[in-house]
T-cell receptor, first 109, second 115 residues
């Protein structure tokens, strides 16, 4: 069946460190989104990235749709980056957008 | 531009009681989604509307959950009767595009605790 897998499931960083989060998906997609869920549960849009690379400040994302993966890069991490990062993938040929299980990030001061 | 509005933010009920959640999407957005997020998991789609028609409700427990989107704008999600396992955050999202090609925007969620 359709699958979205995120890795690593958990990540602890020292403030200032860099990290790469990965999202693998099992089928063709219309687009892909990355979200940050803050400690209050709000899902914040980070990137809407069906293909290619985008950058927003310390964050950037790359999607290689032909190889069915996307990467989220966080550079010079800050404590406010803590939370859960989700990728959400709407698969072609259907209506459903499926979320991965998330990567739980904790940035230590 | 106003975001997706949801209410109530928090609700505590006893099992077998009923509860309703309300969502007002971003103005002009054709597609509206209800997701259920259980603690420690990713959001799971319950139902998706395009305008006022249902396009996917395959994971909606229809014996107890119902949802409607009157006039293609606001939506309500109802649970009756509630079970302990319904404790979760109910997230509403909307997107401008039809189908699943558009960018999703989420509300703050409605946190349900069933005792």
């Amino acid at each position: 069946g359709i699958q979205v897998e995120q890795s690593p499931p958990d990540l602890i960083l020292q403030e200032g460190a860099n990290s790469t989060l990965r999202c693998n998906f099992s089928d063709s997609v219309n687009n892909l989104q990355w979200f940050h869920q803050n400690p209050w549960g709000q899902l914040i849009n980070l990137f809407y990235i069906p293909s290619g690379t985008k950058q927003n400040g310390r964050l950037s994302a790359t999607t290689v749709a032909t190889e069915r993966y996307s990467l989220l890069y966080i550079s010079s991490s800050q404590t406010t980056d803590s939370g859960v990062y989700f990728c959400a993938v709407p698969f072609t040929g259907g209506f459903k957008t499926i979320f991965g299980a998330g990567t739980r990030l904790f940035v230590k001061a | 531009e106003a975001g997706v509005a949801q209410s109530p933010r928090y609700k505590i009920i006893e099992k077998r009681q009923s509860v309703a959640f309300w969502c007002n999407p971003i103005s002009g957005h054709a597609t509206l989604y209800w997701y259920q997020q259980i603690l420690g998991q990713g959001p799971k789609l319950l139902i998706q509307f395009q305008n006022n028609g249902v396009v996917d409700d395959s994971q909606l427990p229809k014996d107890r959950f119902s949802a409607e989107r009157l006039k293609g704008v606001d939506s309500t999600l109802k649970i009756q009767p509630a079970k302990l396992e319904d404790s979760a955050v109910y997230l509403c999202a909307s997107s401008k595009n039809r189908g699943n090609t558009g960018e999703l925007f989420f509300g703050e969620g409605s946190r349900l605790t069933v005792l």
